[in-house]
């Protein structure tokens, strides 16, 4: 029963009614056929020049009254070095494709302002460029993942900036990057050769971004040794032309991206991320599940031409995109993140880690303060989101070894949205214990699961007693992890899913 989760202490901090479970799930895990690793990198993120994405978000200034340490919040390091992230996509986005990396270097009183044209038209400083995003992911401990302009500037600008970057030698642009504070080169471990290059990244027909990217990731050079990997930009939603074009004329290159985001409603009219009806939590998750079909028929476009899967497959930008919030700053992208954010969050997750054998990298849009944030601030407050605590909750998945799992149950359906009601991911961690995400979609009835394992199991869930469920600066703990146990049904392993839920735990 759910009164299991964990008794009178969850009751008191946990707004779940004890529910009596109406139905039954039963999944079946099959240890016998593991699957391809997965990779750490499922669980990256990406910081675009948007809104208070950067500024405020994660770079303050060194003379600035919130705690920082050589600009960057305390609070926001903290965070993210919790989290393990394992790489940040940075600086676009669209705003990738207008950046001149030249205008971040140097003395910052010295740096250009600019306009940012696509997110509302503010002025860029500049103050956080190519050593503070660096200098950033050295320090929460993630790999730099640095988006080249290939919308508007030459490959030779983009072989300068590498350069600059990664060279140890005693070239004027090292050198230049010595001068500048930065003695060793970085490690850049991806780049991405332009964004969305069917849109903002320059409006190209397919064949003419293969072509381009042929060109770009001819000059896109770092030191070999840096085992760099050359990400190209690839298709979007249900179009597949830039994924086979890509595949077929597009050169040598280590990963495709492909970009999805999840509406409730549809893009010119979204929906709100809070106050929503029934009708659009279903919507939400049904939509945010059609990320399966997409990852799935790019993957059989690249068996195509990649049998050996040699190519990854890297979704560099997904997550919920809603109406942004009442009050907030046009083309700020600001939205509020609920508990059915965390279910987009798990079911997205678990369908990456499916495709573990294709899908290499992906990054969520975005980390702090736009779209789909892991964290939000305002001033000196930050909150964690309930999508931070899936991410959190997941990181036993990272590196680990898949199962394959059946589950079989009744679905869970509201107007045209029907989707199972349980969605379930096993995997044998790294440190060889066997871990178990389980997910209730159905906001309103809880589930009994049960498993073919035996023993019990441990972790923690997420849940609340509403579907917006969510933390403000005011009550920043409103919705956060709880212990999660395990019971027993016919000597099977069995769990008391309250609903609208998600629970990670390990067997033991
Ligand atoms: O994440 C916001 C924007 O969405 C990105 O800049 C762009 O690549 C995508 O269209």
Not at 30 to 54: C, M, N, V, W
Request: hydrophobic letters at 40%.
């Amino acid at each position: 029963m759910i009164r299991k989760i964990l008794g009178a202490a969850l009751l008191l901090t946990l707004p779940v009614q004890a529910q009596s479970p109406t139905a039954v799930a039963n999944i079946t895990i099959d240890t016998s056929k593991p699957g391809a690793e997965i990779d750490r990198h499922l669980y990256g993120q990406f910081a675009e020049h948007l809104g208070h994405g950067i500024y405020e978000g994660v770079w303050v200034g060194e003379n600035s009254k919130i705690p920082n340490t050589h600009g960057y919040r305390n609070d926001v390091v903290a965070a993210l070095r919790h989290l393990h992230v394992p790489d940040v996509r940075w600086p676009g986005g669209c705003f990738a494709d207008l950046y001149n990396w030249r205008d971040g270097i140097g003395p910052r009183a010295k740096r250009p302002v600019r306009v940012n044209v696509h997110w509302g038209g503010v002025t860029e400083d500049n103050s956080f460029g190519t050593h503070e995003f660096m200098n950033f992911a050295e320090l929460i401990g993630a790999d730099a993942y640095v988006s080249l302009n290939v919308g508007s500037l030459a490959p030779y600008d983009s072989a300068q900036w590498l350069e600059y970057m990664t060279s140890d030698s005693k070239s004027s642009l090292a050198n230049e990057r010595r001068k500048n504070g930065r003695a060793k080169p970085w490690n850049v471990k991806f780049v991405g050769i332009g964004n969305e290059t069917w849109g903002c990244g320059g409006n190209m027909r397919a064949d003419n971004a293969a072509d381009v990217n042929r060109r770009y990731a001819t000059f896109a050079g770092t030191p070999r040794e840096m085992g760099t990997l050359k990400i190209a930009s690839g298709g979007h939603d249900d179009n597949f032309d830039f994924a086979e074009a890509m595949m077929r004329d597009g050169g040598k290159f280590d990963g495709l991206s492909v970009h999805y985001y999840t509406v409730p409603r549809v893009f010119r009219d979204k929906g709100p991320a809070t106050g929503f009806p029934e009708s659009e939590w279903a919507s939400t998750l049904s939509h945010a599940r059609h990320i399966d079909e997409i990852v799935g028929k790019t993957a059989v476009i690249m068996d195509k031409y990649d049998p050996d899967k040699k190519i990854g497959l890297y979704v560099d930008e997904w997550g919920t995109w809603y109406d942004q919030e009442p009050g907030s700053h046009p083309g700020f992208l600001y939205q509020q993140n609920t508990l059915r954010d965390a279910e987009v969050a798990a079911l997205s997750l678990n369908i990456f880690q499916r495709h573990s054998d294709r899908v290499k990298g992906a990054n969520v849009a975005q980390m702090i303060n736009v779209l789909q944030a892991m964290i939000l601030t305002d001033k000196d407050k930050m909150v964690l989101t309930p999508t931070y605590h899936v991410f959190d909750m997941y990181q036993v998945f990272m590196g680990a070894q898949p199962y394959p799992v059946s589950v079989s149950g009744k679905d869970y359906s509201q107007g045209d949205s029907r989707m199972p009601m349980v969605d379930a991911f096993a995997a044998r961690g790294k440190d060889g214990k066997l871990y178990l995400a389980i997910v209730n979609t159905d906001p309103s009835h809880a589930v009994q699961v049960v498993t073919n394992l035996t023993g019990s199991a441990h972790g923690r869930i997420l849940t609340g007693i509403a579907m917006d469920a969510h933390n403000t600066f005011d009550k920043p703990d409103m919705i956060h992890p709880l212990p999660f146990s395990s019971s027993t049904e016919g000597g099977k392993l069995s769990f008391d899913m309250p609903a609208k839920a998600v629970a990670v735990v390990a067997v033991e």
